[in-house]
Each structure stands twice: as C-alpha cells, then as structure tokens.
C-alpha cells in the first residue's frame, strides 16, 4: 500500500467520537485548515448548502450546551461548533458559480441552463410546500417512462442539503484528527431550540453540533462494534 494511503486509513481508524477533551484549545491555524479541508467536501451541484458556526460567546455556548440536553462532553469539550445547512443558498451560490466560470472565461452554455435554469426548477418552494409537492409527483409519474432527475419537494430538498452538509462535517472530524485533535458529532439536541439560539431563519437547520478538542484518557466509551460487513456491504 502507498505510504498516503496507510496514513489516511490509519486517521480514519483513530476517529472516534470523544466524551471527555483535555482543556487544550484548539489553535486557530489547525481551525482554519481544517474548515479549508470541510469546505472542499463534495456538494449536490456544488452548491455547497453548509455553515459552520463557530460558538465564541460563553453566553450562546451554555445556551447551546442545554440545547444539546447537556450531554456530559460538554462539561470538556473546549470549542463546540454548529453544523448548519442550508435550503435557501442555493440561488447566490448558483449565481457565484456562474459569474466565476464568466470571469474564468469558461463558461458554457450548458452550464447557464444548469444552474440558471434546471437548479432553479429542483429547487423552487413555495412557503406552503405546494409547488414541491406537484414538482415531485409530476417527477415521479414522468419517471415511470423515462429517467427523471429529482426535482424536490421541501423534505426531498432537506434531506440532499443534509447530505452535504454531513459530508463537510465528516470531512472537518477527519482533518481534525490528522492534526492530532478530536470530535464528537451530536444530534442529540432540540432542533427548534437551537435555531432559535443560532438566529437561524427559514431555510436553515443545524446537522449536527461538533464538541472539538484534544482526546482525554478514557474519553472513548468502548471499542469500535461494527456490524458484520455483509450485512453493509452487498454486490449485485
Ligand atoms: C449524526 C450523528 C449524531 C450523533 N449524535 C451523538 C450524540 O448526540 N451524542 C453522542 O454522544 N454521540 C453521538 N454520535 C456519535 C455516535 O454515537 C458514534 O459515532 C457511534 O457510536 C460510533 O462510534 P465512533 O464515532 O467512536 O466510531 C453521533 C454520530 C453521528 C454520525
């Protein structure tokens, strides 16, 4: 095996999600090259739905820690960040990627229908949900003759912004422990809360909080159980 590839497997095998942080924090360079690292993961149409809220204020933070029911990584944890997505970018970032490719003089026609006007046309909603509703059956009947992209109702639309932006945070934990630091994801927190906590408006959910830090001794809860591979892994 490439020596690069022995030492990803080995940072992805040291992940573990970590209850207990020595107080160290975490130097803002290691921060910024791992959020660097997060923001290149791959995204639906590059669109790049994330955010990462990184809780400075001591008042937002022990309003986020009862947010996050007080899970006891928190009494450790010295940085604590919010993984938000969002549902409702779509629009400046398709219009940023399309001025780039224009002042990069590459741009296409084809890309101008892309996201100027098929992202459009997946992405659209009205308040009440009604437009996405018909846009998914109309995508679904037409399916049934012909392969038919998504074109998403307003769950379809949280589930493909989530996806993204869980890979960002997966990529963000990966490059922390590259650096010799750790994470511990959480879902477990009042979502409708922690809007309100993160002044998140419409179109705007966190995916998950990350407690950050430096691994304590005893911080993992028990050795890594993987369910057996064939039940996860199937060839057909
Ligand atoms: C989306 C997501 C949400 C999670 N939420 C919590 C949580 O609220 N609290 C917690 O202690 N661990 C949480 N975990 C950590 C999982 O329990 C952990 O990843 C799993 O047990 C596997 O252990 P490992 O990460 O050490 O390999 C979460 C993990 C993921 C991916």
Request: charged share 30%; with cysteine.
């Given at each position: 095996?490439?020596?690069?590839?022995?030492?990803?497997?080995?940072?992805?095998?040291?992940?573990?999600?970590?209850?207990?942080?020595?107080?160290?924090?975490?130097?803002?360079?290691?921060?910024?090259?791992?959020l660097d690292s997060a923001l290149k993961a791959p995204s639906s149409s590059n669109l790049q739905h994330w955010e990462f809220?990184?809780?400075?204020?001591?008042?937002?933070?022990?309003?986020?820690?009862?947010?996050?029911?007080?899970?006891?990584?928190?009494?450790?944890?010295?940085?604590?960040?919010?993984v938000v997505t969002h549902t409702k970018t779509w629009k400046r970032n398709s219009?940023f990627i399309?001025?780039t490719?224009?002042?990069?003089?590459?741009?296409?026609?084809?890309?101008?229908?892309y996201w100027?006007?098929?992202i459009?046309?997946v992405y659209?909603?009205?308040?009440?949900?009604?437009?996405?509703?018909?846009?998914?059956?109309?995508?679904?009947?037409?399916?049934?003759?012909?392969?038919?992209?998504?074109?998403c109702?307003?769950?379809?639309l949280r589930v493909m912004a989530n996806k993204t932006t869980a890979l960002a945070a997966n990529t963000f934990?990966?490059?922390?422990?590259?650096?010799?630091?750790?994470?511990?994801?959480?879902?477990?927190?009042?979502?409708?809360?922690?809007?309100?906590?993160?002044?998140?408006?419409?179109?705007?959910?966190?995916c998950?909080?990350?407690?950050?830090?430096?691994?304590?001794?005893?911080?993992?809860?028990?050795?890594?159980?993987?369910?057996?591979?064939?039940?996860?892994?199937?060839?057909?």
């Open positions: 095996m490439i020596d690069s590839a022995t030492t990803f497997h080995k940072i992805v095998d040291s992940r573990r999600s970590i209850r207990k942080f020595l107080p160290d924090s975490v130097p803002q360079e290691v921060l910024d090259r791992c809220v990184i809780i400075r204020s001591p008042e937002v933070r022990a309003q986020a820690e009862r947010v996050c029911l007080d899970q006891k990584v928190l009494q450790s944890a010295p940085l604590l960040i919010a219009r399309l001025e490719l224009g002042t990069r003089g590459i741009l296409r026609k084809s890309q101008t229908q100027g006007r098929l459009p046309l659209l909603q009205d308040p009440f949900g009604f437009l996405g509703m018909l846009k998914h059956l109309i995508a679904r009947v037409v399916s049934l003759f012909r392969p038919t992209p998504s074109l109702s307003k769950s379809d934990m990966l490059a922390l422990r590259s650096e010799g630091y750790d994470s511990c994801p959480m879902e477990g927190f009042d979502p409708w809360r922690a809007r309100k906590v993160l002044q998140l408006h419409r179109g705007e959910e966190v998950m909080f990350l407690a950050v830090g430096k691994r304590a001794d005893k911080a993992i809860w028990w050795d890594r159980i993987l369910v057996p591979r064939g039940w996860v892994v199937r060839e057909m």
